[in-house]
């Protein structure tokens, strides 16, 4: 299997809450990771947490870690339409000098 | 100012070609990438040098060669292009170990083999 997996479609309305799940093979992973891609134009990272940690939030953004379960989740609270992109897991260890290995990303429509 | 820029953004070619594609970064870092992505979006990393030295190498034809001037470019060329070659090419740049591993991408080199 893959090192990181996720769902690879997800659709929202507009204002709903959207969460966007990914499980990773390594337990080393030191850092992890979501990326966001807009249509034409390269991956910006969105957010990233260290793995002693559990959550972090950042504005309308949540990421959960349950490092027992290798899995890591991301929530866009009151999701809009300017939100449609594909999100990208990604997760580094140190015996791998930090480079990320991304998922295959997950698409998020949000429609009106 | 741009961080990382590519050139060409999209390339047309035909099936035997040889081609290049050239990376700039302007953020001082020491780590420079290709990442491939396919037509399903997956995207996997091809290369990465550090400090103009080679140092991840994935499977990957040797049609592929990537050339580092200096820290500040990583140029891909492909020889004898097939369909498959055909994706989006993204540069990326870092410090590599240096705090969190946050990769800065170009905005991606659309490559369709004909």
């Known amino acids: 299997g893959e090192d990181v997996e996720q769902s690879l479609f997800l659709s929202v309305r507009e204002g709903d809450s959207s969460v966007i799940n990914c499980t990773y093979t390594?337990?080393?992973?030191?850092?992890l990771y979501w990326y966001k891609q807009e249509p034409g134009a390269g991956l910006q990272l969105l957010t990233y947490?260290?793995?002693?940690?559990d959550m972090k939030q950042d504005q309308r953004l949540t990421v959960l870690l349950n490092k027992k379960d290798k899995h890591l989740s991301l929530r866009i609270a009151d999701t809009q339409t300017g939100d449609s992109a594909i999100y990208f897991c990604?997760?580094?260890?140190?015996?791998?000098?930090?480079?990320?290995?991304f998922g295959r990303g997950t698409s998020l429509i949000v429609h009106p | 100012d741009t961080a990382v820029s590519q050139t060409p953004k999209y390339l047309v070619t035909q099936m035997g070609n040889d081609k290049s594609i050239k990376c700039e970064q302007n953020l001082g870092h020491d780590t420079m990438y290709w990442y491939k992505q396919d037509s399903k979006k997956f995207l996997k990393i091809m290369f990465s040098?550090?400090?103009?030295?080679?140092?991840i190498n994935e499977t990957v034809p040797n049609r592929f060669s990537p050339k580092s001037p200096d820290k500040a470019h990583l140029n891909l060329h492909i020889n004898s292009l097939e369909l498959g070659d055909s994706a989006v090419y993204f540069c990326a740049s870092s410090f590599i170990g240096g705090n969190t591993g946050e990769l800065f991408f170009g905005e991606g080199s659309r490559l369709t083999v004909l």
């Open positions: 040098y550090n400090n103009k030295e080679l140092i």
């Open positions: 947490i260290f793995s002693n940690m």
């Open positions: 390594d337990s080393s992973s030191t850092y």
């Open positions: 990604a997760e580094s260890t140190s015996g791998g000098s930090y480079i990320p290995t």
